[in-house]
């Protein structure tokens, strides 16, 4: 059921103009948010910055849902914002 669940958040958050439910957002986050974490820490090496930027990213991905175009997948996604987030 988990796959299932995945690849339908996928194809919601990747429809252009049609974003994700909040039920189907907080189960995006309960998939990414431990990796999301990690790569940032790894980045800042610092647990609180880690943890502030894992929920700028999670904020920034929420407000651009709708403009997801699915070219890559949303862990793809997710990261490229978080790298971002850790450069500025």
Do not use: K
């Not at 995006?28 to 502030?52: C, F, K, S, W």
């Not at 403009?67 to 890559?72: L, M, V, W």
């Amino acid at each position: 059921m988990e796959t299932v669940l995945r690849h339908g958040m996928a194809v919601a958050v990747a429809r252009p103009g049609a974003p994700a439910s909040e039920a189907e957002f907080e189960e995006l986050l309960r998939l990414h948010q431990q990796r999301i974490y990690r790569l940032l820490l790894t980045l800042v090496r610092d647990p609180e910055e880690a943890g502030n930027l894992t929920q700028e990213c999670f904020l920034r991905a929420y407000n651009a849902r709708g403009s997801f175009r699915g070219q890559a997948s949303v862990r793809t996604w997710l990261g490229s914002i978080a790298m971002n987030l850790a450069r500025d």
